[in-house]
């Protein structure tokens, strides 16, 4: 019999008496489940292929993650068709907290107006867990051109031919031109490329006059004679104190880009809290955040629920301008 309430039962040893008076404690608090990760490892799918910055930011991220959580993460890369074959391949996933995975502005709000036939549901089909990073662009503009501000470069192209590069059509750095000619009322010649790098190329060759790209390209801009003459933040940058925000010359242009740690749909509360908190605490730490801030982009921890409405907030942004450019894949 259980000891009653308000009154203890003496016990000829001490060993059972001491087993007997923690029972009831013991009963009282509820048996935690296993986290699923204490006894397998996980997957972490990066819908691009290795070497570029969502490459970069996952394996930066995951290998503090694996620490905090006490397992290994795996780190599988699925690129092809912007991002949506390695998304596709994580909203298949079951829901049991072994696999997560990295989502882009790209995938998650650009690609649901861009392919006919996408294979996953950017809101329904996964599980917010919180923003790692973002990003501005930088305007660059080659080195002889004769615009000295964005105003001029906007004017040059009421009066003539303007050109600007990109890493492909639909990519962030296309639609971010896409979206100044919009709101400018000019028009310009979109020259796409194969990649930001060989875009980025032609800019300092003087062969194109601009284009739009994140701050992990100044290593490759300083030391030239472009020139970069705006942000596509409301403020000036950390590290671009000197170009001024798209905004003070087109009011309320903003174009702020971020990484995201998703899960499949379905992943239940308790586990997405767990994984939620692990992400921002990783995010927030000083070495990781000096890491991916050495790779130009800022480090921006987040709730689940603003991450999903940084996901609505620039699906609703960019539907609009990809509708407007006439872009659409299969």
Not at 166 to 174: D, E
Request: net charge neutral; charged share 20%; proline share 8%.
């Amino acid at each position: 019999m259980w000891p009653m309430s308000g009154w203890m039962v003496e016990m000829r040893h001490p060993i059972t008496r001491r087993l007997m008076l923690a029972a009831p404690v013991l009963a009282a608090a509820p048996a935690r489940a296993e986290e699923p990760w204490q006894s397998r490892p996980m997957r972490f799918i990066v819908p691009f292929t290795p070497g570029g910055p969502t490459d970069a930011v996952a394996r930066i991220v995951t290998a503090r993650l694996g620490e905090q959580l006490r397992t290994n993460i795996a780190v599988e890369n699925v690129g092809g068709a912007g991002g949506a074959l390695g998304m596709e391949r994580l909203s298949r996933a079951a829901p049991d907290g072994l696999t997560i995975g990295l989502g882009t502005t790209g995938t998650h709000a650009i690609n649901r107006h861009l392919y006919a036939n996408l294979a996953y549901d950017p809101v329904r089909g996964f599980t917010p867990l919180s923003t790692v990073i973002e990003h501005i662009n930088m305007l660059v503009l080659r080195g002889d051109h004769p615009a000295r501000n964005l105003a001029e470069l906007l004017e040059a192209a009421r009066r003539g031919t303007v050109t600007y590069g990109s890493a492909g059509n639909g990519s962030s750095n296309h639609l971010s031109g896409e979206l100044l000619c919009s709101r400018a009322g000019v028009e310009m010649q979109h020259v796409p490329f194969r990649g930001s790098g060989p875009a980025l190329a032609e800019v300092l060759a003087g062969r194109i006059d601009f284009m739009f790209d994140t701050p992990a390209a100044l290593a490759t801009v300083r030391g030239t004679n472009a020139r970069v003459i705006a942000v596509t933040g409301l403020a000036r940058h950390p590290l671009l104190p000197d170009a001024p925000p798209v905004a003070e010359t087109i009011p309320g242009f903003e174009v702020v880009g971020w990484f995201g740690f998703f899960g499949p749909a379905g992943l239940p509360a308790p586990l997405a809290d767990t994984l939620s908190t692990a992400v921002g605490r990783v995010v927030r730490d000083r070495e990781t955040s000096e890491r991916l801030r050495a790779l130009g982009l800022d480090p921006s921890a987040g709730t689940p629920q603003e991450l999903a409405g940084r996901v609505a907030k620039d699906d609703a942004l960019w539907g609009p301008v990809i509708q407007r450019a006439g872009l659409r894949v299969g």
